[in-house]
């Protein structure tokens, strides 16, 4: 069974500083994913990672992969406040043929305050 | 474009009672599949798809049904609704998962269902 544990679950954080929200997983998996939801609102997609060493960068996030240590960072610089939202990374597991089944993690709810 | 509609956007049943949540997508997409979000717990697999006439179970399955006649619905049926049931429901849908696609999936706006 996969799991997907992201750390910190909550994060307060200040206008201008940087962070990084980790994201571990159980199985072995080249494709994760990184979310974001805004309250009451569906999920965006932010980032495809498909191979080891993958980095991604949109803005002020940017999104690692390393397979080997099954674990994903999402790193934010300079923060601020319109980056306040809950932030999921999502884990792709191979059961089997065509049957691809996506595991989230529990989400980091993220503020940014002034 | 449309992407993926989710109906109804709220809804309140009674214990017992069952319903169908519908899902449709304009994408030409093989996978679909539906989510259930609770607080603190995530997004959790209920049932998935990756194709019409074939679906399969996800992690959190009991209490919910699933069929694909077609590429572009998805239904969800609630047989018996239960207050365990009140959730938020997600639909989503993406191309094929096989080789090295990595397309993300697309999610509808949800359903927020309540049993009383």
């Known amino acids: 069974e996969l799991k997907v544990e992201q750390n910190p679950l909550f994060l307060s954080m200040q206008e201008g500083k940087n962070y990084t929200i980790y994201c571990n997983y159980s199985?072995?998996?080249?494709?994760l994913y990184w979310y974001r939801q805004d309250p009451g609102k569906s999920l965006e997609s932010l980032f495809v990672?498909?191979?080891?060493?993958a980095v991604k960068q949109e803005g002020r996030l940017m999104a690692s992969l390393d397979t080997k240590a099954r674990l994903s960072t999402l790193h934010i610089t300079a923060a601020v406040h319109d980056l306040s939202a809950t932030y999921f990374c999502?884990?792709?597991?191979?059961?089997?043929?065509?049957?691809?089944?996506?595991?989230f993690g529990k989400g980091t709810l993220l503020t940014v305050n002034p | 474009n449309a992407g993926v509609t989710q109906t109804p956007k709220f809804q309140v049943l009674k214990t017992g009672q069952s319903m169908t949540l519908q899902c449709a997508q304009d994408?030409?997409?093989?996978?679909m599949s539906w989510y259930r979000q609770d607080p603190g717990m995530g997004l959790r697999l209920i049932h998935y798809?990756?194709?019409?006439?074939?679906?399969d179970q996800g992690e959190v399955p009991n209490g919910y049904n699933v069929s694909r006649s077609t590429t572009e619905d998805f239904p969800l049926r609630l047989l018996s609704a239960a207050p365990s049931q009140t959730s938020v429901y997600f639909c989503?849908?993406?191309?094929?998962?096989?080789?090295?696609?990595?397309?993300?999936?697309?999610f509808g706006d949800g359903t927020r269902l309540s049993i009383l």
């Open positions: 994408m030409n997409h093989e996978y």
């Open positions: 199985t072995t998996s080249d494709r």
């Open positions: 989503a849908s993406s191309y094929s998962w096989t080789g090295t696609k990595g397309q993300p999936q697309h």
């Open positions: 798809s990756v194709g019409a006439g074939i679906t």
């Open positions: 999502a884990v792709v597991l191979n059961s089997g043929g065509s049957n691809y089944k996506l595991t």
């Open positions: 990672l498909l191979s080891n060493g």
